[in-house]
C-alpha cells in the first residue's frame, strides 16, 4: 500500500488557496517501483479493503459514499473494475448517473442523489453524481432551463447557493453516519487525446466512443476552471477532495484503493460480538458436529 504521506498530498479539505494546476496529472508520488509491481501492490490493497469492507457490512452502523467525478476517458469505470473486484458484492453498490429523467426534473437536483444513497454497512459509488448540476450545467446553462426552476431562482448566486446546499448535504450525511469521500480524476489533454484515440482504433472500445467526447473537449479549459472552483468551494475536513493524477492508471487505482481503506479503517468498524448465550450455542452446535463424525 501507498504510505499515509502520499495519499495526503491529493487531499484537500480548504479549498480557498487551490489551484488544479499545482496538481500534476502525471505525478506518481516518487514511488520507487514499476507499473508491474503497482499492480502487484493493488492485488494487495483489494484484499485490505476487502477485509476492512467485511467489518463495515458486518457491523452495519456506517455507510461510505464514494464519489468519482473527472473528464470523459479520466478512468471512473476502470478504477470501480479494478479497485472494486474482489470485494463482496452484498455490501457494495454502483449507481451510475445519466441525464435526469423527466420525473428526476420534475425534483430538486439533490433527490435523485438522495434516493441512491447506501444504506448503513454498504459502500456506495457514485459514477458521476450531484456534481453535475455545478459543472455539465454550469458549463452548458441551457441544461438549467430543462430544471423548470421558478424564474426569481435563477440568479446569478444560483452556482454559489448551489455549493452551499451540497456542503449542507454533505455535512449532513456525516452526522447521520454516512462518510462522503470525493475522487477527482486529473488527467492531461494530451493523455486524454491519447484515450481517445485509443477508442477509436480499438474494435473492442469503439463502443465507448461518443462525438459528443469530441464536443465536450473543445471546452477543456472552461471545465478545468469549472473543476477547480468546485473543489475550492466544496473541500471540507468532514468531506474531503482528492485530486488523483491519472495519467498513469495503475497509480490512480492505488491511490483511491488506499484511501478507501484509511477511511474505513478510520471508522474502527467491528465484527458484532457474541453474547454468552450466542457463544453457548456456537460451542454446542461445533460439538454436536464433532460427535456426529466419531
Known amino acids: 500500500m501507498l504510505p499515509d504521506k502520499i495519499l495526503d498530498r491529493y487531499r484537500v479539505t480548504k479549498g480557498d ?37 467485511q467489518r463495515l457490512y458486518a457491523e452495519g452502523r456506517w455507510a461510505v459514499l ?67 448540476d455545478v459543472l455539465v450545467v454550469r458549463v452548458h446553462p441551457d441544461l438549467l432551463q430543462n430544471q423548470n426552476l421558478p424564474p426569481e431562482l435563477v440568479t446569478k448566486d444560483i452556482w454559489k447557493e448551489r455549493y452551499q446546499d451540497i456542503n449542507d448535504f454533505e455535512r449532513h450525511l456525516s452526522r447521520n453516519g454516512t462518510l462522503p469521500i470525493k475522487f477527482f480524476l ?41 473543476y477547480e472552483e468546485m473543489i475550492r468551494s466544496t473541500a471540507t475536513e468532514h468531506s474531503p477532495w482528492y485530486v488523483v493524477p491519472c495519467n498513469k492508471k495503475w497509480f490512480a487505482r492505488l491511490v483511491v484503493a488506499g484511501v478507501l481503506s484509511e477511511h474505513i479503517k478510520s471508522l474502527d468498524p467491528s465484527f458484532p460480538k457474541m453474547s454468552s448465550e450466542d457463544a453457548a450455542e456456537i460451542d454446542a452446535a461445533h460439538k454436536e458436529l464433532l460427535d456426529e463424525g466419531k
Open 66 to 132: 464514494m464519489v468519482l467525478r473527472g473528464i470523459d476517458t479520466a478512468g471512473k469505470d476502470g478504477i470501480i473494475k479494478h479497485v472494486l473486484t474482489g470485494v463482496n458484492p452484498q455490501g457494495v453498490t454502483v449507481h451510475s448517473f445519466k441525464q435526469p429523467s423527466h420525473l428526476e426534473l420534475a425534483h430538486d437536483y439533490l433527490w435523485r442523489a438522495y434516493r441512491a444513497l447506501p444504506q448503513r454497512g454498504h459502500l456506495g459509488i457514485f459514477n458521476r453524481s450531484y456534481y453535475e
Open 17 to 53: 488557496s487551490f489551484k488544479l494546476k499545482d496538481y500534476d496529472p502525471d505525478d506518481s508520488g516518487n514511488v520507487d517501483f514499476s507499473k508491474k509491481d503497482g499492480e502487484e501492490l493493488l492485488e494487495l490493497g483489494v484484499k485490505r479493503l476487502s477485509r476492512l469492507q
Open 186 to 226: 486529473n488527467i492531461s489533454r494530451k493523455e486524454q487525446r491519447e484515450r481517445l484515440l485509443a477508442r477509436l482504433e480499438d474494435p473492442d472500445k469503439i463502443w465507448k466512443f461518443s462525438a459528443a467526447d469530441v464536443a465536450e473537449r473543445r471546452l477543456w479549459d472552461k471545465y478545468q476552471n469549472v
